[in-house]
C-alpha cells in the first residue's frame, strides 16, 4: 500500500494552492477572477506584480520537488515504474490540478512537474528547466513552453537513465497536454497570448 500512501501524500502537497493565497495575501483579490482563470504563476503575472508570479513559480515548483524528496525518504525505492515515487510524483501534480478544496479546478501543472523532475533527479530537472526557459524567450508563449519542458523531461529520463520513470513523467506529459487543450486551440487560430499580456 506504499504507492497509495504516497500517492496520497503527493496529493496533499500539490493541492496546497499558492497563487490564490498570495494573491489573496497581497490584495489582489481572487486570481480565478482574472485572465485565464488559473491559480498558476502565468496567470498570477496578469496582475502585474511579478513578485508575486516569481513566488507563486517557486512555491509551486517547491511543492512537488518537497513532495519527491519526502517520498524518496519515507517510501522504498524498487526501480519499477509503479514505485511509491512514481506514485508522489503524480499525485503532487494531481493535486494541483485537481485540488479538492477549489472544487478540482487548479492550475495546470509545468511549474509543479518541474519540481517533480528536480526530485527526480536533477539533471532532468536542469533538462526540463532549460527546454522551459529557452522555449519561453523564443515563442514567448507558456503554453507552448511548459507543453515542450514536460514531454522533454521525460525524454531525458529515458536517456539519463531513469527509466523507470518514463511511464509516470509520460502520463504526466498527457495530462499537463489535455489542461492546456483551449490553449492549443487558440495556438491553431494564433489567438494564444504571449507573456505579459493580460488577456
Known sequence: MDWLYALLLG????????????????????????GSGNIGATNVLRTGKK???????????GKGWATVFLAWHLFPH?????????????GAVLGHCFPLWLKFKGGKGVATNAGVAFGIAWPIGLV???VWLAVLA??????VAG????????????FLGFVEFVPV??????LVTWLHRANISRLVKGEEPRVGSKK
Do not use: C, E, K
Open 11 to 34: 496529493y496533499a502537497l500539490g493541492s496546497v494552492p499558492f497563487g490564490l493565497l498570495l494573491s489573496l495575501a497581497a490584495g489582489q483579490g481572487d486570481i480565478r477572477n482574472i
Open 51 to 61: 513578485g508575486l508570479a516569481a513566488a507563486t513559480l517557486l512555491l509551486d515548483l
Open 78 to 90: 524498487d526501480g519499477l515504474a509503479t514505485s511509491p515515487i512514481a506514485a508522489a510524483a503524480l
Open 128 to 130: 526540463y528547466t532549460g
Open 138 to 143: 523564443i515563442f514567448r508563449i507558456s503554453s
Open 147 to 158: 507543453m515542450s519542458a514536460v514531454f522533454a523531461s521525460m525524454i531525458a529520463a529515458g
Open 169 to 174: 513523467l509520460g502520463v504526466i506529459a498527457l
